[in-house]
Structure formats: C-alpha cells, structure tokens
C-alpha cells in the first residue's frame, strides 16, 4: 500500500452574475436534455438551473438546483441589490417544502443538478454564450474506509431498526445488481 489517499473528482459550477445577460438558453437546454425522451420538449420548470430575473434593473442570477431539505431553513435573511429587496429563498439551490422551485412540474419530486451525467460537461456551461457559467473541478481527499468494527455497529444498527431477515434480503439483493 502506498500510502496515498485516494482523491474523489469534484464538479461544481462557479457563476458569474456580472456576465449573465438573462437570456435563459441554460434553462431552455437543461429542460430538454432532461425530458423523457431527451430533447423531446422544453419545460423550463424542468430545469435544474433557474435564472432568478429583474430585468427592469438588469439583474440576472443564475442559480442551479442543490440538495434536497426536508425541512424549511430559519434562514429569512433579506439581500438588497440594485435597490431591490431579495429575501433568502430566492438564491436558494435546494428544493424544499415551502417553494415550488426546484420540483418536477408533474410529479413534485425535488430535482437536483447532475451535471448533466454523460456529457463531457454540463450543457448550461457549454451554451453560456457569455461565459456566466464556468464549471470547476477539484479532488478532494475520499476519508478512509471505516473499520470492520464501525461497519458492525452500522449493520447492527440497521438490524436492530429494520430486522436481520430484511437486512440480508436487502444486502442479497444489491449483491445480484453487482
């Protein structure tokens, strides 16, 4: 064993709000590369990037869905740009239970960016006429594989919780997938 960490490659999306210009084409190919069957329709609600717009005071922030929460956050904080007063939720990126965005229009299931999986990047990045939208990657540090010990106390766990019986069948199972 070397002794080197194994590295975990991380995307993200860094945004440039100064550059966006609010034309939406990251919305309108998102949505279609999103529909079933791909490209088959455009529903930006369908959209795991939202452009949040005031074009009065040509403000565009771009904005690309995050995790879900079950819960809503406490945060309530207020953001005044340009004049214009923004409460907290409007830059959110997760879905969450007090707002619509970031939801499947039909089935209300939260939707989270994925970086558009099997591309070589995300298409938002690669139609970004401006270049508002720069995708970064980064390796992070995997931690280290928990012990024989801390995978007992997990496995004892979830039988205590859900009972042994279940637990192997689940555990069968996922070793056929494999």
């Given at each position: 064993?070397?002794?080197d960490k ?22 309108v190919?998102c ?16 959209s ?11 403000i ?25 007063e ?12 007090s ?38 990657e ?10 024989p ?6 496995l ?23």
């Amino acid at each position: 064993m070397s002794g080197d960490k194994k590295k975990k490659k991380i995307k993200t999306i860094r945004i440039d709000v100064n550059k966006c210009n609010g034309c939406r084409a990251c919305e309108v190919i998102c949505s279609a590369f999103h529909a079933s069957p791909k490209y088959s329709s455009n529903n930006p609600a369908r959209s795991r990037i939202r452009v949040i717009r005031d074009p009065l005071s040509d403000i565009y922030v771009p904005v690309y869905a995050g995790e879900y929460t079950v819960a809503e956050c406490a945060g309530r904080d207020k953001y005044i740009i340009d004049g214009k007063e923004y409460d907290e939720c409007s830059f959110c990126r997760a879905s969450c239970p007090s707002r619509d965005e970031f939801k499947e229009p039909d089935s209300g299931l939260p939707l989270k960016c994925d970086m558009c999986e099997g591309e070589d990047e995300p298409l938002c990045v690669k139609w970004c006429q401006d270049d508002a939208l720069i995708l970064e990657e980064r390796e992070e540090d995997l931690p280290e594989d928990p012990g024989p010990e801390e995978i007992e106390i997990g496995l004892s766990a979830l039988a205590d919780k859900y009972g042994l019986e279940n637990l192997m069948d689940t555990v069968a199972r996922m070793a056929k997938k494999d």
